[in-house]
C-alpha cells in the first residue's frame, strides 16, 4: 500500500521559532510538493521538488524553504514561524514516469502559530 | 495561482440523491483530476480525465469534461453519508508537467 507519511500531525510553535515538517514517501517517487490549505483558499502550492537536491518555488514560498537530501524525504521549513503560517500543510507526491500528475498526500500537519 | 472555481461551495442532501458539483478553469489542461478529502485528513485521488475524454465513470461516479467550456463536472450517483467529504478538482495544465492547480473546493453533506 502506497504511503506518504508526515511526521506531526498537529503542532503548537510560538512566534519566531523555527519550524520543520518532514514527509516521507515509500513508492519511490521522483516529485514531492508541499501544500498549504486554507478555508476558502483550497490548496496553494509552497514548494515542490523533481529529484533528490532540487527544489522549485511554487506560488507562495515567502516565509518557507525546503531541503530534498533523499529522494523519500522533503522537508518544509518555517526559519521564523509568524501567525500568519497558521494552517494546514499537505506533503504529496507523485510518479514522474506516469506524468499525468496524479498525487498522492499524506494525512496533513494542521500548524498553529502563537 | 488558483486556477480552479468549484460551484457550489457547499452542497447538502440526503441519502439516495444524487450529488453533482462543477469545476471551471482558465487555462489549457492535460488533464483534470478530482480528489475527496475528510474532515482534517489528507486528499485521495478519485479520477481523472484526460483533454481529449468527455465523459468517464468510476463505480458511482460520473466525471464530464467540456474543453470548450472550460468546465467539469463530478457526479456521485445514489449518495451514502459515507461521501461526506469536501472535493477538489485540481488541473495539470500544459506545460507544467506535473504540477496540479486545485480549486477552493465543494463541501457535501449526505445526511440520512
Known amino acids: 500500500d502506497v504511503k506518504v507519511t508526515q511526521s506531526s500531525r498537529y503542532l503548537v510553535k510560538r512566534t519566531g521559532e523555527k519550524v520543520f515538517l518532514e514527509c516521507v514517501q515509500d513508492?519511490?517517487?521522483?516529485?514531492m510538493f508541499w501544500y498549504r490549505q486554507d478555508p476558502g483558499l483550497g490548496l496553494r502550492l509552497i514548494y515542490f521538488s523533481y529529484d533528490v537536491k532540487m527544489k522549485e518555488k511554487g506560488d507562495i514560498p515567502e516565509g518557507y524553504s525546503v531541503s530534498r537530501e533523499k529522494k523519500e524525504r522533503f522537508s518544509l521549513i518555517l526559519e521564523s514561524a509568524s501567525t500568519n503560517q497558521t494552517s494546514m500543510y499537505l506533503c504529496a507526491s507523485s510518479f514522474r514516469g506516469v506524468n499525468t500528475g496524479e498525487l498522492f498526500f499524506g494525512e496533513g500537519s494542521r500548524l498553529t502559530v502563537l | 495561482s488558483q486556477q480552479g472555481e468549484e460551484d457550489p461551495q457547499a452542497l447538502s442532501i440526503q441519502e439516495g440523491e444524487n450529488a453533482t458539483m462543477n469545476c471551471s478553469y482558465k487555462t489549457s489542461i492535460n488533464n483534470l483530476q478530482w480528489y475527496r478529502q475528510n474532515s482534517g485528513r489528507g486528499l485521495v485521488h478519485l479520477i481523472l480525465?484526460?483533454?481529449?475524454?468527455r465523459e468517464k465513470h468510476s463505480g458511482r461516479l460520473r466525471v464530464t469534461l467540456d474543453t470548450s467550456k472550460k468546465s467539469s463536472s463530478l457526479l456521485i450517483t445514489a449518495s451514502r453519508a459515507a461521501d461526506t467529504a469536501s472535493y477538489f478538482c485540481?488541473?495539470?495544465?500544459?506545460?507544467?508537467?506535473?504540477?496540479?492547480?486545485f480549486g477552493t473546493g465543494t463541501r457535501l453533506q449526505v445526511t440520512l
Open positions: 513508492m519511490d517517487h521522483e516529485n
Open positions: 480525465i484526460r483533454s481529449n475524454e
Open positions: 485540481a488541473t495539470l495544465n500544459t506545460g507544467t508537467a506535473s504540477k496540479l492547480t
